[in-house]
Each structure stands twice: as C-alpha cells, then as structure tokens.
C-alpha cells in the first residue's frame, strides 16, 4: 500500500528564499509530525498535528517556520527567509490514532541552502 | 525531561557476529520506546517498540531488545549480523505524558564485514 509521500525530494534555495515542503500521509492517519534532521544527528521533534488542529508547535525553531494541515490530511511545512543553518532532511510522519505509539516515516525532503 | 543516550556512534561487526547497539533512556513517567533503522536517502522504518507489555520485545528482520527499568536500558541485538543489517539506528522515546512525540539519540552507524 502507499505509505507517507514527501515532495520535493531534494530542494536547493538560495539564502533568502521561501520554501515550502509537502507531506502526504497515509490515507486515514490523525497523527501527523514533522522532524528535522541535520547531518549525523537524530531527527528532532519540529511540530504536530492531529487531524487538522496544530497541538503542539514547541520545536519550531524561530517564526520562520510554519506548518499547516488545513483538511486534516496533507500537510506543508513553509520556510521564510531560509538561512544555512536550516540545510537539513526533514522528515514527515504520521499515525493511526489519537495516540499513536507507531509512526509511519516518509523519505524525507533533503534541504540545501545556499 | 525525555532523553536517550545511544553509545557509540560506529560499530563494526563480521557477518554472523553478534550485533549489540546501546540504548539508555531517562523519563519522568513510564516510558514507551522504540528503535527505528534508516538506510541512505531513506526515511526510518520501525524495527521494534516497547509499550509496557512484555519486557523482552522482538522486531522485524530478526532483532530483539529488552527493556530493563533498573539500568534504564533498551539495547538492540541480533544474534547474526547480515549484509543487509548495515544501516543507521536510532533509539527513540515517546516524549512524555499527553504527548507522541518521538525524542531520538544521535544515532549508531553499524558497517558489517563480510
């Protein structure tokens, strides 16, 4: 079956740029997360959701950073002004419940800034 | 706070050697635990999770973990290292109560000799 779809896979923005990243959970799945992920470390908690409602927004890291999910379903993660130090893989994914212990990774869309 | 400590960030083994990577956690409520595996340019796929049933856990492709509340430890093993099993690992933990977010170590790199 289709599991969590991101696009684009890789993305290269110059220093200033908006960018906006896109996040197709699996069909059905309340739980949604997004994760950022630098270069030889784990991924780090940046926001979720469950279904359409934002609960918990504690890891963005500054007011450039934005997320919605405005049907419950797909969602996007939009990043003003890029700077270098938001080069990274981010990582979306999602779950089945209300509380859901298993989390359904997508491959992740690589940012470079330039 | 939720946090996990993974020692060592490479470990080396021979193919059908034992595979052994660390995990020690620290939470302020019962924890819900996990190991996930991510191969390059690819999102992490759940290996095994522990959610307060059997101490003793068993995952896919043949590795098992055992959560011991007294050494706040969950470590990952395989009795017969393959090929295949080279890949970076991840322990995370749950991120406390009302709340699914996942708190993830720095990462083990396993490379398998054959």
């Known amino acids: 079956g289709a599991g969590v779809s991101q696009s684009p896979r890789y993305k290269v923005a110059k220093r200033g740029q908006d960018v906006a990243l896109r996040c197709d959970p699996i069909s059905g799945h309340v739980s949604l997360f997004w994760y950022q992920q630098a270069l030889g470390q784990g991924p780090e908690f940046l926001t979720y959701f469950q279904n359409e409602a934002q609960l918990d927004k504690s890891g963005l890291p500054s007011d450039r950073f934005f997320a919605e999910r405005p049907e419950g379903s797909v969602s996007t993660l939009k990043i003003q002004r890029t700077q270098q130090e938001d080069s990274a893989v981010y990582l979306c994914?999602?779950?089945?419940?209300?509380?859901?212990?298993?989390?359904?990774f997508g491959p992740g869309t690589r940012l470079t800034v330039t | 706070a939720q946090s996990v400590t993974q020692l060592g960030s490479h470990v080396s083994v021979s193919e059908g050697a034992l595979v052994l990577l660390r995990c020690n956690y620290s939470?302020?409520?019962?924890?819900?635990l996990f190991w996930y595996v991510q191969y390059p340019n690819q999102g992490l796929q759940l290996l095994l999770k522990y959610t307060s049933a059997a101490t003793l856990v068993k995952g896919i492709n043949g590795f098992e973990a055992e959560f011991k509340k007294s050494e706040t430890s969950f470590h990952l093993t395989k009795p017969s290292a393959h090929m295949s099993d080279a890949a970076e690992y991840f322990c995370a933990v749950s991120g406390g109560f009302n709340t699914d977010k996942l708190i993830f170590g720095t990462g083990t790199r396993l490379q398998v000799f054959p």
């Open positions: 939470s302020s409520v019962p924890p819900y």
């Open positions: 994914a999602s779950g089945v419940g209300l509380t859901s212990y298993e989390q359904y």
